[in-house]
């Protein structure tokens, strides 16, 4: 494969990964929202560097808040996001006491 194609299939497998992870879906089930998200990617922004925005740093901080009152497993918490236990902890210990006693 050339390396446009390598970057393509890369780019739609994390895609697919991303709607997998996040929705709960099977693969099976979330590959058409994959491709028609790549379609669109493609015929919109094909062939340009295009500039995505880093995701809002407090959304970011809640979603890993959530997930750990959700799971209550620290190890799982920090590889969903990569993140270390003291970096999870001061996480926790900075949250807004009403966003850590969700459930």
């Known amino acids: 494969m050339n390396r ?6 890369e780019l739609f497998g994390e895609i697919l990964g991303a709607i997998c992870r996040d929705t709960g879906l099977r693969e099976e089930l979330a590959m058409p929202y994959a491709e028609a998200a790549f379609a669109f ?4 922004h094909g062939g340009q560097r295009l500039y995505i925005p880093a995701a809002d740093r407090k959304h970011l901080i809640d ?3 959530s997930h750990y009152n959700r799971h209550g497993d620290a190890s799982k918490t920090c590889a969903e ?3 270390s236990r003291r970096k999870l902890y001061y996480l926790l210990k900075a949250a807004p006491k009403n966003a850590q006693n969700q459930n």
């Open 41 to 44: 990617l493609q015929s919109v």
């Open 81 to 83: 996001f990569g993140i």
């Open 63 to 65: 979603k890993i808040v």
């Open 4 to 9: 446009e194609a390598d970057q393509a299939q």
